[in-house]
């Protein structure tokens, strides 16, 4: 039984650590700096169902996101796959500006 309550105790952990993670990034991403980050909850939500919040997730307090933009001038393509991996509800780009 002792086991059993550990186990469960270990993911419920791991799972809320994530929720923080993702409150993180996203109080990261909005913070107001030129060209740094967009973020969107609006839209259909989910896209597509395979793309849907976990549900221990929600029932932990993390909110839905649609779409993240990030700017490629900030960002490389290694943080558009960390926050990808945070977000798997998202539709996460990196924002290629156009060259002349």
């Given at each position: 039984m002792f086991v059993l309550v550990a186990v469960a105790a270990i993911w419920l952990g791991w799972n809320l650590r994530i929720v923080r993670k993702r409150e993180e990034t996203l109080k990261y991403l909005t913070v107001?700096?030129?060209?740094?980050?967009?973020?969107?909850?609006?839209?259909?939500?989910?896209?597509?169902?395979?793309?849907s919040l976990p549900t221990t997730w929600r029932l932990l307090g993390a909110k839905p996101i649609a779409r993240i933009i990030l700017s490629d001038g900030k960002y490389t393509e290694e943080d558009r796959?960390?926050?990808q991996d945070l977000f798997p509800e998202a539709s996460v780009k990196?924002?290629?500006?156009?060259?002349?």
């Open positions: 107001p700096s030129p060209g740094a980050a967009s973020v969107f909850t609006d839209g259909d939500w989910p896209p597509q169902p395979w793309r796959v960390r926050v990196l924002d290629v500006p156009i060259r002349r």
